[in-house]
């Protein structure tokens, strides 16, 4: 009775068609078959490897479910997985991640380069001395600066401006490069408004560049 049994069982798997991704218990007799249980309450079987291993569970009346991520790199696979996340900032969108419209991201003023001589072929401080040069940024009307480093043509700030909205840097920020004075500052960059990109958010960051100088800044999500 017990090899009848078995045989039925084993003339099922045989004729099924479908698969799931379901391992049975270890330690089985190669050639060993088992029930398993498929999607929708169906029954499938199962069979033994070498290895001592249950395979995949064949289930009656289906196709093996071969998951569909060519091309994506988050989101629904087809087959109740995912192809992938994406990161913080970030949403999954037709399969591609794009920056999330809700977000908030920061910019960090990072470095920059001055000529030795401003527009005027002089020296940019009267007494011959050179630059100390500051960044200051506008989004939304607001307007925050970096520190002054005092007498360099290649200032470093890592200063690391407030948080705003991914809407709000597409819609434009406006800076301003400048040589700081006792009286007027000296315009290094004349103030520019820049809308960031797509490019710029996946990129991370972005490089300014005018006849007297540059400045780099990078861009990533706010933390949580």
């Keep these: 009775m017990m090899f009848r049994v078995l045989a039925l069982i084993a003339g099922f798997a045989f004729s099924c068609l479908g698969c799931a991704d379901v391992d ?3 330690g089985c007799v190669a ?3 088992a029930v398993c249980g498929c999607e929708g309450g169906r029954s499938g079987v199962q069979s033994c490897d070498a290895a001592g291993r249950f395979g995949v569970c064949r289930c009656e009346g289906g196709t093996a479910c071969t998951p569909q ?3 994506r790199v988050c ?3 087809g087959c109740g997985g995912r192809c992938g996340s994406c990161g913080l900032g970030s949403v ?3 399969g591609r991640c794009a920056v999330d419209p809700g977000s908030r991201w920061v910019l960090t003023a990072q470095s920059g380069t001055v000529t030795e001589r401003d527009g005027t072929n002089q020296s940019w401080d009267a007494a011959g001395g050179l630059p100390d040069p500051l960044l200051c940024l506008s989004v939304n009307g607001n307007r925050e600066c970096t520190r002054a480093v005092a007498d360099t043509l290649m200032p470093r700030w890592g200063h690391r401006f407030a948080p705003q909205s991914a809407a709000s840097l597409r819609a434009g920020v406006t800076f301003a490069y400048d040589d700081e004075d006792l009286t007027d500052d000296d315009v290094i960059c004349s103030p520019t408004t820049v809308r960031i990109t797509d490019e710029m958010f996946t990129r991370g960051g972005l490089t300014m560049e005018c006849s007297f100088g540059t400045f780099s800044l990078s861009l990533s999500p706010a933390p949580l």
């Design 24 to 26: 049975g218990p270890e």
């Design 69 to 71: 991520c060519s091309g």
């Design 31 to 33: 050639g060993q078959t």
């Design 75 to 77: 989101g629904d696979d």
């Design 92 to 94: 999954c969108d037709a």
